[in-house]
């Protein structure tokens, strides 16, 4: 086995958080189709596909690496939201938490001199850096359009749809 059961712990606990996080988008992706903002739906659909991604990832490497993968209880995701931009608030809060599991995994690896996890997780370190600067981005779109300009959003997300599924901060502006 090439990762301690320390860090084979920490990494089914990761799994079950980004499953977590892909039933969370899921939940807030069918909120979105039923107020028929289609465009955040199909930006939010894609996104939980990306967190079971992402929970797929670490699956593959646990096994890869030796170990066993044994997915924890996943909780349920909140469904109901008073705003879009509750929903969206949420989504960030919830990228940043990740970030922070991801760090702490991180630091396991470099405390216990795992080489193979720690270039393992740069991937997702890149990939925490891009999540969270998107939603961060999509928040205050949606914060400067108000609840009562979604369709503004919409168009928003329907122009910036393709580039990985995220919003990115770079680089825009001028064109807004
Ligand atoms: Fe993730
Ligand atoms: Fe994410």
Same mark, same amino acid.
């Given at each position: ?5 320390k860090?084979n ?21 069918a ?12 930006? %939010?659909?894609?996104?939980?596909e *990306? +967190? ?7 699956? =593959?490497? @646990?096994?890869? !690496? &030796? ?8 909780v349920a ?35 216990s001199?795992?080489?193979?996890t720690?270039n393992f997780?740069?991937? %997702?370190?890149?990939?925490?850096? *891009? +999540? ?7 928040? =205050?779109? @949606?914060?400067? !359009? &108000?609840e ?7 168009e928003?997300v ?11 901060i ?7």
């Open positions: 086995m090439l990762i301690s059961k860090m712990v920490a990494i089914n606990e990761q799994i079950g958080n980004e499953f977590a996080a892909s039933l969370q988008y899921v939940a807030i992706a909120h979105f189709a039923a107020e028929s903002l289609t465009e955040l739906a199909t930006k %939010f659909y894609q996104q939980a *990306e +967190e079971r991604d992402h929970a797929m990832r670490f699956v =593959k490497f @646990v096994v890869e !690496a &030796g170990g066993r993968v044994e997915i924890p209880a996943v995701p909140k469904s109901t939201f008073k705003s879009v931009e509750e929903a969206v608030k949420l989504s960030l809060d919830q990228e940043k938490t990740v970030t922070e599991q991801v760090n702490r995994l991180v630091e396991l690896s470099i405390s001199s795992d080489h193979i720690r997780l740069s991937w %997702f370190i890149r990939e925490q850096l *891009e +999540e969270v600067s998107s939603m961060e981005n999509l928040l =205050k779109v @949606v914060q400067r !359009a &108000g009562n300009n979604l369709l503004y959003v919409e928003y329907a122009r910036h749809r393709g580039r990985l599924g995220s919003v990115r770079s680089g825009e502006g001028s064109s807004e």
